[in-house]
């Protein structure tokens, strides 16, 4: 069974638009998540980090929220524009207090113009 | 520019060949990884290094072997390459910390036939 899920469908948003990413796990009491963005032909780059006792963490026009009771975070881009378009990965340590992040299969973002 | 490089870009092998990937860093990151990255089932840890000297099995090792003789390179073997082992092959590496970010290289494009 998937350990992280996230949405496999492509969300397809309009420009300007905030689009909303879901990273959603069980079982597991993860002491970070990361969400990560992928580019055709790219290796993932590293976008925002937001800790357990943290609820929410932004960056310019990101915003990453985590929810430890519903084991889901969020992920917002808001004014969406086309070369947001991409590829957005989430990872956590599923061994709670591993260095290393196993990562969801990711979802697909395409911001029309 | 500080990052990853990895070769070859794209390589296309005949099963039972052996293949090794090539991996190097020069931010003076402690731990290195390799993950292979397969259309529907996302990232997946290969092979992983703490420090130089020292290696770990991730989720998918069989039909791997890597080395760490030195900070800066962490190279990945396929001894006998099997179509299976068809894939895109991503180096990273990181800080060893609490909520490690990675940085990847931009990836193997290996075909097994």
């Known amino acids: 069974s998937q350990k992280i899920e996230q949405n496999s469908e492509a969300l397809n948003i309009q420009e300007g638009k905030t689009a909303t990413l879901t990273c959603n796990y069980t079982?597991?009491?993860?002491?970070?998540l990361q969400w990560y963005r992928q580019d055709p032909g790219r290796g993932p780059v590293f976008l925002l980090l937001i800790r357990e006792n943290e609820k929410e963490k932004r960056k310019e026009r990101l915003k990453v929220t985590f929810d430890t009771t519903l084991k889901q975070s969020l992920f917002h881009i808001t004014a969406s524009q086309p070369a947001d378009s991409a590829t957005y990965l989430c990872a956590l340590d599923i061994n709670r207090g591993s260095y290393i992040p196993t990562f969801g299969r990711g979802t697909s973002l395409i911001v029309h113009p | 520019i500080a990052g990853i490089t990895q070769a070859p870009t794209s390589q296309i092998l005949a099963a039972g060949r052996r293949m090794t990937l090539r991996c190097t860093q020069d931010?003076?990151?402690?731990?290195m990884y390799w993950y292979r990255q397969d259309l529907g089932l996302g990232l997946r840890l290969i092979h992983y290094s703490n420090t130089a000297g020292t290696t770990g099995k991730g989720e998918v090792p069989d039909g791997y072997s890597v080395s760490r003789a030195n900070t800066d390179d962490f190279p990945l073997t396929l001894a006998s390459a099997v179509p299976s082992q068809t894939s895109v092959y991503f180096c990273?590496?990181?800080?060893?910390?609490?909520?490690?970010?990675?940085?990847f290289g931009a990836g193997s494009r290996l075909t097994v036939l």
């Open positions: 931010m003076r990151h402690n731990a």
């Open positions: 079982n597991y009491s993860p002491a970070y």
């Open positions: 990273a590496s990181s800080e060893v910390s609490g909520a490690n970010v990675l940085t």
